[in-house]
């Protein structure tokens, strides 16, 4: 029981306890086919579900997108979605790279710009 508790907040001991936990139960207990069954059922249900979720995300970004008239329409209606989803402002450097891939601008050309502007800022 002392061991048991003291796992409790040793990583390392809870960390082997687990492993021989887990070769008892399979080389001395005998491994439940019906618990691995189980496991690849909820591994298939999650990426279901999770395939289920991008696929309705897209579905709703590619309607939005369907109403941009212009490239900087479209442009900006990421930005704003990259914005509300990664809670990251366009107006920090990473939000305004985001924005200058968006554009198709090269990542060369960008680097070199953010260069020059982090040069200019520290002389």
């Not at 990583?11 to 439940?32: R, T, V």
């Not at 189980?38 to 369907?66: G, P, Y």
């Not at 990473?94 to 680097?111: Q, V, W």
Request: aromatic share 8%; with cysteine; hydrophobic share 40%.
């Amino acid at each position: 029981l002392k061991v048991i508790l003291k796992a409790t907040y040793d990583a390392p001991l809870n960390f082997w306890l687990c492993e021989i936990e887990h070769k008892w139960s399979m080389e001395f207990l005998g491994e439940d086919a019906s618990l691995d069954q189980e496991l690849v059922q909820l591994q298939a249900k999650v990426r279901d579900s999770i395939d289920q979720r991008f696929q309705d995300r897209k579905n709703s970004i590619d309607k939005d997108m369907h109403y941009c008239l212009d490239r900087n329409a479209a442009v900006n209606k990421l930005a704003d979605l990259f914005e509300k989803e990664t809670q990251i402002s366009r107006e920090t450097q990473l939000g305004d790279f985001m924005i200058e891939l968006l554009k198709a601008e090269a990542e060369e050309r960008f680097a070199m710009r953010l260069t020059r502007q982090l040069k200019s800022s520290s002389a």
